[in-house]
């Protein structure tokens, strides 16, 4: 048995309500072959566009003069862990029932500490939200005053600050939960960003990256393997060209290698090798994969997927 944190992406969601109900039917396949595997499972997952939704939607709505108040961003982080996690929790109960297995499944609300003085405060990176056209992008920076920013070829999203995770605040209670057999879903979009400010936790306008927040809580969980489950089968050298080459391991040093060498966009494949790599090199013995969501098991069978090894 091995005790293994799974990050989910993008493609384990989609965009809209109703595609996320959806499509957490198929995310919870593979992460119920984990757990029927005898192992123990932690998932966290990402936010980027719902978290954008939710924040426009609320926006939107308190600037139409109907009286909805103004919704800070860091409640719209929280009510997206909420509404990403109902339909996790659910779809994975269902899954296990459809088994005959009757673990219990939980969301933890989940904040993660950050640090005041992060630099990333001053430097907004993390795009969030639906993709636009560059005109539209122009658009919405002088209506809204937003960044915008260009996403890896696929076109402008709003971009905010993107912290570093320092800590996790409920890890105690998730770490009770793991011990004791729950399966939990936390650090739901790398988390509520929070700051500590004597006894208080203090909501930050950013987002988490949840590749390094749940980075972050597979060591504080001390997780045999951090699993990072995207769109693509494996991590590629010269991604997209025609010398493309998919990397079924690599170590920390050739990932070292591959980042100088510009491998990994931003913003999307890097934060996931730096991820893996920091998990990696955390601790003897610990194993890193970043793998496609279909192939979960075959990944953690030395299958499928690229092995990260210090
Ligand atoms: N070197 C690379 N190898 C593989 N995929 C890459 C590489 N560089 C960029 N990518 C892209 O990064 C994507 C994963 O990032 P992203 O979509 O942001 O992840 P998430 O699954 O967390 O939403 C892949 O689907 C692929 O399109
Ligand atoms: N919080 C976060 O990293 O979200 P995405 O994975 O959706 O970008």
Not at 117 to 122: G, K, L, Q, S, T
Not at 197 to 225: H, M, R, W
Not at 269 to 285: D, I, N, Q, R, T
Request: hydrophobic share 40%; glycine share 10%; aromatic share 4%.
């Amino acid at each position: 048995m091995s005790r293994i944190v799974v990050a989910l992406g993008g493609n384990a969601l989609g965009k809209t309500p109703k595609e996320q109900l959806e499509l957490v039917k198929n995310t919870a396949k593979p992460i119920v072959d984990l757990i029927q595997g005898g192992n123990e499972v932690i998932i966290a997952h990402g936010n980027g566009p719902q978290v954008g939704m939710i924040n426009l939607a609320m926006e939107t709505a308190s600037n139409n003069g109907a009286g909805t108040p103004e919704m800070p961003f860091p409640e719209c982080g929280a009510m997206s862990q909420g509404y990403i996690g109902y339909h996790l929790q659910n779809a994975i109960r269902e899954e296990l029932l459809n088994r005959e297995m009757n673990t219990p499944v939980a969301t933890v609300v989940t904040q993660v500490i950050v640090n005041e003085d992060d630099p990333a405060f001053e430097n907004p990176t993390k795009p969030i939200g639906a993709f636009y056209s560059e005109e539209e992008a122009k658009k919405l920076e002088e209506e809204k005053g937003y960044i915008m920013k260009e996403d890896s070829g696929r076109g402008w999203r709003r971009v905010v600050p993107s912290p570093k995770p320092v800590d996790v605040a409920e890890k105690e209670t998730v770490k009770t939960l793991v011990e004791n057999g729950h399966i939990v879903i936390t650090v739901g979009g790398g988390g509520i960003p929070v700051i500590a400010k004597g006894n208080s936790l203090v909501g930050v306008p950013a987002v988490i990256d949840k590749d390094f927040a749940s980075e972050k809580i597979a060591e504080i969980l001390d997780a045999d393997i951090f699993i990072i489950l995207t769109a693509v089968e494996k991590v590629s050298l010269n991604f997209g060209k025609p010398n493309q080459k998919d990397l079924a391991k690599m170590t920390t040093e050739e990932a070292k290698k591959y980042i100088e060498e510009g491998h990994f966009a931003a913003g999307s494949m890097l934060p996931k090798v730096e991820a893996a790599s920091k998990f990696a090199e955390s601790k003897e013995g610990r194993k890193a994969i970043i793998a496609a969501l279909s192939k979960a098991k075959e990944a953690i069978e030395g299958k499928s997927g690229t092995l990260i090894t210090k």
